[in-house]
Antibody, heavy 121, light 106 residues
Framework: EVQLLESGGGLVQPGGSLRLSCAAS????????MSWVRQAPGKGLEWVSA????????YYADSVKGRFTISRDNSKNTLYLQMNSLRAEDTAVHYC??????????????WGQGTTVTVSS | AIRITQSPSSLSASTGDRVTITCRAS??????LAWYQQKPGKAPKLLIY???TLQSGAPSRFSGSGSGTDFTLTISCLQSEDFATYYC????????FGQGTKLEIK
């Protein structure tokens, strides 16, 4: 059974930083691209970033480019999202998600339970 | 970025009804479209990908159609567990989601 467990969310001041983690199990982690998708309170879904299985290719939404960095440690079956220069509009539940198929980045088919990031002074 | 316009934003229906939700892309996306279902407080669930392919485990009453710019999700016979919010997502380029359709009980 695929399991994705996010952690690292919390309350941070504008301009601050957080690092989210997503511990994966139940599948060959290095074979699958992974993504981060977020959802602001009461709002819709927003794709944030994705990374290939090897980690050699990364992709970012314009809204986070230059501020967020996605990475993975395949030896630890863990996905990361380093979030810098945080803004109020980054407040959201952040989900990690696994690609549906080997070799594809999208769509995603398995999701974690989400971790909440709140940016406020 | 490719914009996705999803309609309606909300929909009231009864158990047993047939309902349709549409998404229109701002440019052609071939069949690179997925549909997700989300219930309150839960992560989304993939229902359909490649515009019309039913995800393993998704009920057969869900179907998708379309290509290019216009797409449709149809639920053929609403069940109580289908009342939720539905999102389409294009993945022809960097992914973007529709605004969502909240399906409520009439």
């Amino acid at each position: 059974e695929v399991q994705l467990l996010e952690s690292g969310g919390g309350l941070v001041q504008p301009g601050g930083s957080l690092r989210l983690s997503c511990a994966a199990s139940g599948f060959t982690f290095s074979s699958y691209a992974m993504s981060w998708v977020r959802q602001a309170p009461g709002k819709g879904l927003e794709w944030v970033s994705a990374i290939s299985g090897s980690g050699s290719s990364t992709y970012y939404a314009d809204s986070v480019k230059g501020r967020f960095t996605i990475s993975r440690d395949n030896s630890k079956n863990t996905l990361y999202l380093q979030m810098n220069s945080l803004r109020a509009e980054d407040t959201a539940v952040h989900y990690c998600a696994k690609a549906d198929a080997v070799g594809a980045t999208y769509p995603v088919c398995d999701w974690g339970q989400g971790t909440t990031v709140t940016v406020s002074s | 970025a490719i914009r996705i316009t999803q309609s309606p934003s909300s929909l009231s229906a009864s158990t047993g009804d047939r309902v349709t939700i549409t998404c229109r892309a701002s440019q052609g996306i071939s069949s690179y479209l997925a549909w997700y279902q989300q219930k309150p407080g839960k992560a989304p669930k993939l229902l359909i990908y490649a515009a019309s392919t039913l995800q393993s485990g998704a009920p057969s009453r869900f179907s998708g159609s379309g290509s290019g710019t216009d797409f449709t999700l149809t639920i053929s016979c609403l069940q109580s567990e289908d009342f939720a919010t539905y999102y389409c997502q294009q993945y022809y380029s960097y992914p973007t989601f529709g605004q969502g359709t909240k399906l409520e009980i009439k």
